[in-house]
């Protein structure tokens, strides 16, 4: 797909998730394959290195990674039915959020050897510009695409994502057994989006600042603390993330 005005932050933030996700596959000694084309599976990972040195029996595991900008506490991860039917026919298949919370931090501190009323003014003055920041930044989605285009665009041109100060991000994968809990407790969510029929993991901040998922019925669960560690997916003395099929605990 080439790139375009419209599609070409969402292209590079896309790539920050699949790298961010590499990088831990490989920081707990697995390897992690690009696929090329881009058939609605991202990256396959294996464990060659781990077979010929820990002496480990051949596994496979192909994630899909899928990003959402966190805004106003909340972040949606879609994932197209027809995308979704292909990853689940695959061998130990995943599905990977990372989930992108902006950061403002401003202007490097300048006046640290001012005064205490001069340095006062400063932080007042960082503090505006960050809050000023921050209210661009939700302004674009304060109206939706499908309602007014051009009122959309000019929105997200002033918030500019790229020009963000930073990110924290948060990740959660489900593997096959738990999506399939997950469309059972209607966590992953019916809804149509471009034309097209997709899948939906809506997550939101609690108020002590706790993830959790949105259901359906209005059910929130709150996601074992494992599935935002790759680790307990891949490495066998954990025994926990081919099989397990609970993901969450609900409220």
Same mark, same amino acid.
């Given at each position: 797909?080439?790139?375009? !005005?419209?599609?070409?932050?969402?292209? &590079?933030?896309?790539?920050?998730?699949?790298?961010?996700?590499?990088?831990? =596959?490989?920081?707990? #000694?697995?390897?992690?394959?690009?696929? @090329?084309?881009?058939?609605?599976?991202?990256?396959?990972?294996?464990?060659?290195?781990?077979?010929?040195?820990?002496?480990?029996? /051949?596994?496979?595991?192909?994630?899909?990674?899928?990003?959402?900008?966190?805004?106003?506490?909340?972040?949606? =991860?879609?994932?197209?039915?027809?995308?979704?039917?292909?990853?689940?026919?695959?061998?130990?298949?995943?599905?990977?959020?990372?989930?992108?919370?902006?950061?403002?931090?401003?202007?490097? /501190?300048?006046?640290?050897?001012? @005064?205490?009323?001069?340095?006062?003014?400063?932080?007042?003055? !960082?503090?505006?510009?960050?809050?000023?920041?921050?209210?661009?930044?939700? /302004?674009?989605?304060?109206?939706?695409?499908?309602?007014?285009?051009?009122?959309?665009?000019?929105?997200?041109?002033?918030?500019?994502?790229?020009?963000?100060? #930073?990110?924290?991000?948060?990740?959660?994968?489900?593997?096959?057994?738990?999506?399939?809990?997950?469309?059972?407790?209607?966590?992953?969510?019916?809804? $149509?989006?471009? #034309?097209?029929?997709? &899948?939906?993991?809506?997550?939101?901040?609690?108020?002590?600042?706790?993830?959790?998922?949105?259901?359906?019925?209005?059910?929130?669960?709150?996601?074992?603390?494992?599935?935002?560690? $790759? /680790?307990?997916?891949?490495?066998?003395?954990?025994?926990?993330?081919?099989?397990?099929?609970?993901?969450?605990?609900?409220?």
């Amino acid at each position: 797909m080439p790139l375009n !005005e419209e599609n070409f932050e969402n292209f &590079y933030r896309g790539n920050s998730a699949e790298h961010i996700v590499s990088s831990q =596959i490989f920081f707990h #000694g697995f390897e992690a394959h690009k696929y @090329n084309p881009d058939f609605g599976v991202d990256l396959l990972v294996t464990n060659k290195a781990r077979q010929k040195y820990l002496s480990e029996e /051949s596994i496979e595991f192909n994630i899909q990674v899928k990003s959402s900008l966190v805004v106003k506490n909340r972040a949606s =991860i879609s994932i197209n039915k027809e995308e979704f039917a292909h990853l689940m026919q695959q061998n130990n298949p995943v599905l990977t959020s990372v989930l992108f919370d902006p950061e403002f931090i401003g202007q490097p /501190s300048l006046y640290n050897n001012l @005064n205490s009323y001069a340095q006062t003014l400063h932080s007042m003055d !960082e503090w505006l510009d960050n809050a000023w920041a921050e209210q661009n930044y939700h /302004s674009q989605f304060n109206v939706p695409r499908s309602r007014n285009k051009c009122e959309y665009l000019k929105n997200k041109k002033a918030a500019n994502n790229l020009a963000l100060d #930073g990110y924290e991000s948060t990740l959660f994968w489900l593997n096959k057994n738990q999506l399939r809990k997950a469309l059972e407790l209607g966590v992953l969510q019916q809804g $149509l989006g471009k #034309g097209k029929d997709n &899948y939906y993991l809506n997550l939101a901040k609690d108020d002590e600042g706790t993830w959790y998922f949105q259901s359906t019925d209005d059910s929130s669960y709150y996601p074992y603390i494992e599935i935002s560690h $790759l /680790s307990y997916l891949f490495l066998k003395q954990h025994n926990y993330g081919i099989e397990m099929e609970d993901f969450s605990h609900s409220f």
